[in-house]
Antibody, heavy 118, light 108 residues
Framework: QVHLVESGGGVVQPGGSLRLSCAASAFTFSSYGMHWVRQAPGKGLEWVAFIRYDGSIKYYADFVKGRFTISRDDSKNTLYLQMNSLRAEDTAVYYC???????????WGQGTLVTVSS | DIQMTQSPSTLSASVGDRVTITCRASQSTSSWLAWYQHKPGKAPKLLIYKASSLESGVPSRFSGSGSGTEFTLTISSLQPDDFATYYCQQYKNYSRLTFGGGTKVEIK
């Protein structure tokens, strides 16, 4: 069964940085596009970023463009999200999600909580 | 960006009820729409893709319909495991994916 496990969340001060990881297993990671989606406390789901299966194309939501970077290491079956210049409004549970077809998600991780607070 | 609007935001229903959730798009998404179920502390679960295709392993009481700008998710007979929040998501604009605001299905 496909397994996605996020890690790297925690408490960080405004302006700080954090790198999230998503360890994937039980599927051919290098064949699939991957996404990050977040959910702020009490709010709905919000798409954050996408990386194509070969890493050649990346898309970002406007609210993270220039601050967050998505990347992948297929040798480690791991997806990353480097988050810089963090703001209070970035506080959320961050989920990684595997793409099925084009840009919808058939498997998600359980999420990792990022709290941006002084 | 394509804005997705779900209604209602909260729905109170009883086991056995037929439940319908609506999702409207600010512009046509053709049939490029998915539905997810999300429970607190759990990973979201794909229910429906391409507006009406049932994901493997999802009970047949779930169904999706619609195209263009108006879509519905129907649960034909609500079960105890179905109390959750449901989200629609468009993928017509695959560089700017957007979700609806969610519909929480509560026990009446």
């Amino acid at each position: 069964q496909v397994h996605l496990v996020e890690s790297g969340g925690g408490v960080v001060q405004p302006g700080g940085s954090l790198r999230l990881s998503c360890a994937a297993s039980a599927f051919t990671f290098s064949s699939y596009g991957m996404h990050w989606v977040r959910q702020a406390p009490g709010k709905g789901l919000e798409w954050v970023a996408f990386i194509r299966y070969d890493g050649s194309i990346k898309y970002y939501a406007d609210f993270v463009k220039g601050r967050f970077t998505i990347s992948r290491d297929d040798s480690k079956n791991t997806l990353y999200l480097q988050m810089n210049s963090l703001r209070a409004e970035d506080t959320a549970v961050y989920y990684c999600a595997k793409e099925k077809g084009v840009s919808f998600f058939d498997f998600w991780g359980q999420g990792t909580l990022v709290t941006v607070s002084s | 960006d394509i804005q997705m609007t779900q209604s209602p935001s909260t729905l109170s229903a009883s086991v056995g009820d037929r439940v319908t959730i609506t999702c409207r798009a600010s512009q046509s998404t053709s049939s490029w729409l998915a539905w997810y179920q999300h429970k607190p502390g759990k990973a979201p679960k794909l229910l429906i893709y391409k507006a009406s295709s049932l994901e493997s392993g999802v009970p047949s009481r779930f169904s999706g319909s619609g195209s263009g700008t108006e879509f519905t998710l129907t649960i034909s007979s609500l079960q105890p495991d179905d109390f959750a929040t449901y989200y629609c998501q468009q993928y017509k604009n695959y560089s700017r994916l957007t979700f609806g605001g969610g519909t929480k299905v509560e026990i009446k």
